[in-house]
């Protein structure tokens, strides 16, 4: 497996999907949760100073209204990415090169991660560094524990959406399909999570499991659902890795 | 230029429960070689075990004097491949998808960028190469397809029915910049099943037949060696001389007016025609054996090779 191949393929990927102009759409939308989150910060300690304490943490609410946005980024980016080669019958070419199922599929995967970490992490810094700034009871260690968090949720959740996103593309050769195949990813385990254990119980869809652990790392409650939340995002990821590897090894075939 | 590059020693390969391949075994010097064979006789399949993406259920293959499969990267990183049924990397322009081929390569971005517009400008390639793919032409997708393979400077090219789908004047272009690659130095393995594109390019010849090799040497030898027909010309060699030759045991295969052209049984036993000859007071003008095509003695090798092969 090589670092080189997979940067070339997530850097590629990435150029191409931001020519799209739903992409370029999805992406703009990214941007206005930490615009206005900057602002409700600025508001906040307005209302602090003035003697009101409006305890609405506006990192904790930045991520949480920012994974929405994320996912449907990582939904328009990642469900056409192996459908198209397939449907282009492309794989082969792949294997012609020092190029293996894994790093085709890392590579993939990355130009899905790569883009929703960034989306979180820095927005996320930011704020984290903009509330450090403006908040006096907040120091430097706090600043640096809030950044790790962010981080932690952040990678956790860009794993698990590309596991979902570029799984669901391996399944077919059709973007629309994938797409179709990805709803499926989330509504299914969600029905069945509210079966067993009904309103409260685990996360097993991955924008269940990232809303879990994002309260837990943040508000620090139910940190037994954040870390059901992590695993689950965890195999989701992995379970898309797997799939995608298994089926371009399949078709990466003369 | 002639050592050995390719070594294939009693293959056996089999895919989905069908035995492919089965006692390949071939070694292949020329700077050109074309593995030729109809549709169906494991040309795909035996590229694949080249590049190490199909393992062998017996055997071994040695590429570059690299082994196989544990040195497939190695090989793939040495080797340029034009696959028939793979397209061109979608998304993107020509140049683009050149440029990430070679990126695929090991090349670094900015040296897979310079790369790939000298491959393009080798290859004929104008402004079209800012153009996306999806709309390219059969010609200009071959010889996308061939910058492709090109790009990281290979020192084998694995070309795959190259000339597939192209008319006849771009046929010609391309089969003289695939000739103008060979005669720069590159060692060159052509897979079709048109005998004319292996005529004009190679020099040895890995002819399969259902699975198996039915001739693996040079062209020249191929042709030459087999017995092929004696044509003669001149006057009284009519249908009554021919069907004199005939009681003599000779296969008549044509005569024509005042030609005539037959197998002997023997290639060395001509004197039985001169003493028909003689007997009919005919005038021989011209008494040779016809060179044959290249087509000719791949089909006469096949029919050879049939019997004991492999199913389908």
């Known amino acids: 497996m090589s670092a080189h191949v997979i940067t070339a393929i997530a850097r590629r990927e990435i150029t191409i999907a931001l020519r799209r102009r739903l992409v370029k759409l999805l992406f703009l939308i990214n941007l206005v949760p930490p615009i206005v989150m900057a602002v409700i910060l600025i508001v906040n300690m307005a209302a602090r100073q003035a003697g009101f304490d409006l305890e609405w943490d506006p990192l904790l609410r930045l991520l949480q209204i920012q994974a929405g946005p994320v996912l449907l980024l990582a939904l328009g980016i990642g469900t056409p990415l192996v459908a198209r080669d397939r449907r282009e019958d492309v ?28 989306l979180l992490v820095v927005p996320g810094i930011l704020i984290a560094i903009l509330r450090q700034g403006l908040m006096e ?38 973007a629309r399909w994938a797409l179709f195949v990805a709803f499926l990813c989330f509504a299914i385990p969600g029905a069945v999570s509210k079966i067993i254990w009904g309103n409260d119980g685990y996360a097993l869809d991955a924008g269940r499991a990232a809303e879990d652990l994002l309260a837990a790392l943040f508000d620090g409650d139910f940190v037994r659902y954040g870390v059901v939340g992590a695993l689950s995002l965890a195999v989701w990821g992995g379970l898309g890795a797997f799939v995608t590897a298994a089926r371009v090894q399949r078709e990466m075939r003369p | 230029m002639n050592e050995t590059w390719i070594r294939i020693d009693n293959v056996r390969l089999s895919r989905g429960g069908r035995l492919v391949l089965e006692g390949i075994t071939s070694e292949l010097s020329g700077r050109a070689i074309g593995l030729v064979g109809a549709n169906g006789a494991g040309k795909s399949t035996l590229i694949g075990a080249l590049l190490g993406v199909l393992k062998v259920d017996s055997g071994s293959i040695r590429v570059l004097d690299l082994e196989l499969p544990h040195m497939a990267m190695e090989v793939r990183a040495r080797a340029g491949v034009m696959a028939e049924q793979a397209g061109v990397f979608p998304g993107g322009s020509g140049v683009d998808a050149v440029a990430f081929a070679g990126m695929l390569s090991g090349l670094s971005r900015r040296e897979a960028l310079r790369k790939a517009h000298r491959a393009l400008d080798a290859l004929d390639v104008g402004e079209e190469r800012y153009r996306p793919v999806r709309g390219f032409s059969t010609g200009m997708r071959q010889r996308c397809k061939l910058a492709m393979s090109l790009v990281h400077d290979p020192e084998i090219l694995i070309l795959d029915e190259p000339t597939v789908g192209l008319d006849p004047a771009g046929r010609t272009q391309f089969l003289n910049l695939i000739r103008d690659l060979r005669d720069e130095g590159r060692r060159i393995l052509v897979s079709t099943h048109i005998m004319q594109d292996a005529d004009f390019l190679c020099d040895d010849i890995l002819l399969l037949e259902s699975g198996s090799v039915a001739y693996s040497g040079s062209i020249n030898a191929l042709v030459d060696t087999d017995v092929g027909m004696v044509v003669a010309s001149g006057e009284g060699l009519d249908a009554a001389f021919a069907e004199a030759l005939g009681q003599y045991g000779y296969s008549i295969r044509n005569q024509d007016g005042e030609r005539i052209a037959f197998e002997p049984n023997d290639d060395r036993e001509l004197h039985r025609f001169w003493q028909l000859a003689a007997e009919r007071g005919a005038e021989v003008r011209l008494l040779g054996r016809e060179l044959r095509s290249l087509e000719d003695a791949v089909v006469h090798a096949m029919k050879k090779a049939r019997g004991g092969t492999v199913e389908h």
């Open chain 1, 91 to 118: 794989l082969f070419l792949y294997a012609t090169r020092p190029v293996t199922a894994w790093s085709y599929t890392l590579g993939k995967t990355m130009a899905v991660a790569f883009p929703a970490v960034a």
């Open chain 1, 137 to 174: 009871e907040f120091g430097l260690i706090d600043s640096l524990m809030l950044c790790g968090k962010v981080l932690v949720a952040s990678t956790f959740m860009a794993w698990g959406y590309s596991g979902v996103t570029v799984g669901s593309s391996a399944a077919t050769k059709k």
